[in-house]
């Protein structure tokens, strides 16, 4: 069955109900977005590309998720509570089992998070996927990657690492059993974004940033945005009993430069250690210290041992 542009828009993006906050929504030029008094907007982008961030064969479902759960991930990085989002499709054809999943997955996302798609852009091209997500703070009360303060302690919530193990077994460098290959693509197709930590670790954290492209390049971002140097604990890393089952250099590699972890990474006072504790339990998330910042600039990486080595790895960057 063919189907034109605005079929397809009207029949699988746009919802009935009023949304909080959207006081127009999809089929006007532009949406109008009431902001709640004493708030900030926060605003983040990021897209997806075929052959670069999933694999043509990635279920349109958990594609729908992925891509609104990286957006949502940033929103969790700062704090911000979700509220609107915007979706920037090229589709090769106009599939109309192909959108069906793919909205499923999206919406199954957007409602658990409570944030509504109020436009976008639809045209034919190579797959592609761009979502800009809106959420609001507190005025002042963002969480940004510049406040880490010397003696902080350095957190990350839930674990590092899967997402790497699964690109790995696609790849065929490496084997897993069918039910580990199964819990490591889980976490590779359908990550949970923590915005209900980013929430309670707001007037708690000094600093945050998700883990997208690699633990070690991630807090790189904090310690050169906040002018300060750590050290890092790197066995102290959470990970999945079947990442703890692989070899050492195969965990360190996940851990500290898998990415695509949508996991937080935060400061806080060592003085807050029990708050911070209690944000994780209140959150459903555990959060696992893993380090403190110092004075002295660069990152310094102790073994179980605390012997000081070199990772020698690298965080992904789409141009090196
Ligand atoms: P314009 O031509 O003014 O840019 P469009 O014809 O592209 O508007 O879109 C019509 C309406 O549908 C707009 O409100 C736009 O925000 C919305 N829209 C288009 N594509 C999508 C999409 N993929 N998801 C959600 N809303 C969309
Ligand atoms: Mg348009």
């Known amino acids: 069955m063919s ?11 746009q919802r009935p109900g009023a949304q909080p906050g959207v006081a127009v929504g999809i089929g006007d030029d532009c949406a109008v977005l009431t902001p709640t008094p004493g708030q900030q907007w926060l605003v983040s982008s990021d897209m997806l590309v075929e052959g670069r961030h999933f694999l043509p064969t990635v279920n349109p479902a958990h594609l729908g998720h992925k891509a609104l759960a990286v957006n949502l991930s940033d929103l969790a990085a700062c704090g911000a509570t979700p509220r609107a989002f915007f979706l920037a499709l090229a589709l090769p054809r106009a599939d109309a089992a192909w959108c069906e999943t793919f909205a499923h997955g999206l919406f199954e996302l957007a409602d658990r998070h409570g944030i509504a798609l109020a436009g976008g852009d639809t045209t034919a091209g190579p797959l592609n996927i761009c979502i800009t997500v809106m959420g609001e ?4 009360q963002a969480l940004l990657r510049s406040g880490a303060q010397v003696g902080d302690e350095i957190w990350v919530s839930g674990q590092l690492g899967d997402a790497r193990l699964a690109l790995e077994a696609f790849r065929g460098t490496l084997s897993l059993p069918g039910e580990g290959f199964a819990q490591a693509r889980q976490a590779m197709e359908c990550p949970q ?13 000094t600093a945050a940033i998700d883990v997208s492209d690699g633990f070690l390049g991630d807090l790189g971002h904090v310690l050169a945005a906040s002018g300060v140097g750590a050290t890092l604990q790197a066995e102290a890393l959470p990970r999945s009993a079947l990442l703890a089952a692989q070899p050492l250099a195969l965990q360190r590699l996940c851990t500290l430069a898998g990415g695509d972890d949508y996991e937080l990474v935060f400061t806080a006072p060592a003085a807050r250690h029990a708050a911070v504790r209690a944000a994780g339990q209140s959150a459903g998330v555990t959060v696992t210290p893993v380090g403190r910042i110092e004075a002295e600039p660069g990152l310094r990486v102790l073994d179980a041992a605390g012997q000081a080595f070199e990772p020698g790895l690298q965080s992904f960057d789409h141009f090196k």
């Open 137 to 140: 703070a507190p005025t002042g």
């Open 193 to 205: 974004p923590r915005v209900a930590l980013g929430l309670a670790l707001r007037g708690l954290a």
């Open 3 to 13: 189907l034109g542009e605005f079929d397809l828009i009207r029949r699988f993006f």
